[in-house]
């Protein structure tokens, strides 16, 4: 059963830091993309980053790049996004996904698996 176990999230101060990560397992790691997706109340969800497990290869939307950094631990099925000098506007419900485009996509419909959130709340 592939299983994407979404965690870290919380109420950070704007400026603060978070961790999330995204435990996988049921499938080949290696042969998979994964994605982190955020959903705003009344918005669609946006691809915020991904990376491919098998390369390293990673995407960023402009409105994270710089503060936000993607990362495997393939020894663990492991992918973490660490979140820094966080806004308000970061405010969403997280998800990691992953995919069998290896190398990986910002488009929702290229993800298979889909885990169940975690929710960031960035207050001012």
């Known amino acids: 059963e592939v299983q994407l176990q979404a965690s870290g999230g919380g109420l950070v101060q704007a400026g603060g830091s978070l961790r999330l990560s995204c435990a996988a397992s049921?499938?080949?790691?290696?042969?998979?993309?994964i994605g982190w997706f955020r959903q705003a109340p009344g918005k669609d969800r946006e691809a915020i980053s991904c990376?491919?497990?098998?390369?390293?290869?990673?995407y960023y939307a402009d409105s994270v790049q710089g503060r936000f950094t993607i990362s495997s631990d393939n020894a663990k099925n492991t992918v973490h996004l660490q979140m820094n000098s966080l806004k308000p506007a970061d405010t969403a419900v997280y998800y990691c996904?992953?995919?069998?485009?290896?190398?990986?996509?910002?488009?929702?419909?290229?993800?298979?698996?889909w885990g169940q959130g975690t929710q960031v709340t960035v207050s001012s």
């Open positions: 990376i491919s497990i098998k390369d390293g290869r990673t």
């Open positions: 049921g499938f080949t790691f290696r042969d998979y993309a």
């Open positions: 996904a992953a995919s069998r485009y290896a190398t990986g996509s910002s488009q929702v419909g290229a993800y298979q698996y």
